[in-house]
């Protein structure tokens, strides 16, 4: 069968994508049309919902009752994540009263930042554009995600303060939940784990062959250097990615489980996929 598959212009989702969408691995199952868009713009899509498999950020999850999560393909900081920043140095108080660039209400940067200091005034911008925001003085404060949170003294900002080493303090230890893959609940329950055993093999196939997998991620770089993007892509593509496994389940619904004490996201049930063997 035909399927849609969306995801991010980011060499991480590019290199587990790898082997899939070059037909490096097979799929007697699958047929996939590949779709490409910011995060947001899937997070807004997954919503109507439009597509079979798509990226989300894990915060969408609360807004997309359409779909079932993934156990493959998940983006999990081990004790690192989103940062903020700004050109000096300032106190809790003092980012809470700035107005924020944040990369967009849906994403679990936005969430996460919200559970660490509280509710704040923000703006939303495209997440590429934050840094030079903050740098001109557009904004005070700019909360980075991607390749950002490593070339960030490149931009000529600073880190002020660090999402995912305050997650991993606050849970003890387990993983930062900020993206995953999602597929329609219009399938059934053996249609999406074959699909995401699918997922799995490719990613495990681009680990295996990292060096062409990371050539072929190179076109999602935005400019940065291979260095900066094999660093990065190696952050974000671990074992949780590889299978989620009982500590990332953990991390997603403590996540919501914080969220809902603080009236952040709606009521609503996590739906995950069956365990992969």
Not at 84 to 96: G, L, N, R
Request: hydrophobic share 40%.
């Amino acid at each position: 069968m035909e399927i849609s598959v969306g995801h991010t212009p980011d060499s991480d989702d590019a290199f587990m994508f790898y082997a899939m969408l070059t037909g490096k691995i097979k799929s007697d199952d699958f047929t996939v049309k590949h779709v490409i868009g910011d995060i947001e713009d899937l997070n807004s899509r997954a919503k109507n919902p439009e597509l079979d498999v798509t990226a989300v950020s894990v915060h969408a999850c609360a807004y997309i009752p359409d779909y079932t999560i993934l156990r493959s393909g998940g983006s999990f900081g081990i004790g690192y994540g989103p940062i903020v920043t700004a050109t000096k140095q300032m106190s809790i108080d003092e980012i809470k009263k700035s107005k924020i660039a944040i990369p967009g209400k849906m994403t679990s940067a936005f969430l996460l930042l919200q559970l660490m200091i509280g509710k704040f005034d923000y703006v939303e911008m495209n997440f590429s554009e934050i840094p030079n925001a903050v740098k001109t003085g557009q904004v005070d404060v700019g909360l980075v995600i991607h390749e950002t949170q490593l070339s960030f003294e490149q931009e000529g900002i600073m880190k002020i303060l660090d999402v995912g080493e305050w997650w991993d303090k606050e849970t003890n230890g387990l993983p930062v939940p900020l993206g995953i893959n999602v597929m329609s609940n219009k399938f059934d329950n053996d249609i999406i784990k074959k699909f995401d055993t699918y997922l799995k093999n490719s990613i495990e196939f681009a680990l295996e062959h990292d060096k062409d997998a990371l050539e072929y991620a190179m076109q999602y770089s935005r400019g940065k250097s291979e260095e900066l993007i094999e660093k990065f892509v190696k952050m974000y593509v671990n074992p949780v990615t590889v299978n989620m496994g009982e500590d990332g389940e953990k991390s997603i619904r403590k996540m919501f489980e914080m969220a809902s004490e603080k009236d952040l996201v709606p009521e609503f049930e996590i739906k995950i996929s069956e365990p992969l063997d």
